[in-house]
């Protein structure tokens, strides 16, 4: 965290955090207000409609790379504000009845931030100081996430739709300037001469990289490791007598793990640990915490677990996203950073559905007993194909 204070990168990442605060805090209100009014299936269309947009990533990713991404994301935040003040002055029952299209637009809007900060930080920092903007950066987008729905609830209980989304509109238009950063002077890719299409065209820069679709891939698969936390921990916290508290507890403490984890897997002690073994024995611990989780006989052992899960998991994802930054070209981290985001995104419906699908044959402990297993098997093939692996030095 010693990096917050230069000028560029802490306007970078105070522009990411309200961002990725007023995203969360959208995507609660159009879920609440859908569930409110028109019940279970129009929430459901929500995230939906919020999946579908993840699959124009590839799209805003080529804009990253051939526009300067200050600009991009001024744009996304003015179409952001737009669309909040425009909800303000509907109904509930209007928003509730289109909320699906709402919460598309939302989401389009905000493919860019996450793919910006992650193409931009090269250019700020030397590869040795890359792990800790990475860790700093994860730790902004951690209590974003929860500070935006939090005051997206408070607001809408006590004063309703319209002025929740007129607050998030004002934190959109906060976040407008703080796109201004000071960046690398940076080519625009120009389009060649009978170019494939986009998308085409993104995922056939990712096949030209072996190492970072190996990275990928472990993310993705980690994240379905991790799809019973979302799923599964709260009937297994219900048959530990705990209630809707200790579930939003745990998850409380998965956020504070997390943010812990970041803490240190930025820290000087982690500048001479080689990227490969933090990966390693971050998965191991993952897989510890995750057999804690099933094995726990009271809802404090299953936080305590939860916690560890929630620590060990940046020692994942600091390394990975600062190998991907270093693997990536600078003319194509647009297209390859959106186009991973957005099969990340999409990734995590299809786990959380496969995990409810789970719940109808099995107890939720032996959910998390399959995901430690497969994350053990992770663990195992990472250790054993770090010889074999391109660019592993």
Known sequence: MRLIHRREFRRLIAGYALSTAGDAGVRMLLAWVALEQRGVAAMSGVFVGSAAACLLGPLVGRALDRHPVRNILSAACLARAVLLLALALLTPQTVAAHAAVFAFLSALFSLAHGPAVSKT???MFTPEKMHEANA???VAFLAASAAGPALGGAVLARHGLGASCAIFAAVFLAATPLAHFATLPQA????AEGRSPDIVDSFSALLRMPLVLTLAALGIAVNFCLAP???????HLLSLGS???GFGGAMAVLVVGAIIGNLAAGSRLMETARWEDSILAGLG????????????????QASAAVLIVGAALPFIQVPVATRLQ???PAAQAGRVFSTLNSATLLAAPLAAAGVGLLLKRLPPAPVFFGAAAACALLCAAWGLGRRERPNAG
Do not use: F, R
């Not at 625009?188 to 389009?191: K, V």
């Open 188 to 191: 625009p890719d120009q389009p």
């Open 136 to 138: 700093s950066s994860g």
């Open 326 to 328: 270093s693997e990536v």
């Open 243 to 245: 209630g809707p508290q």
């Open 229 to 235: 936390l979302n799923v599964a921990l709260a009937p």
């Open 121 to 123: 930080i090269p250019s």
């Open 285 to 300: 611990a993952v897989a510890c915490g995750l057999v804690a989780v099933g094995s726990s006989t009271s809802p404090l």
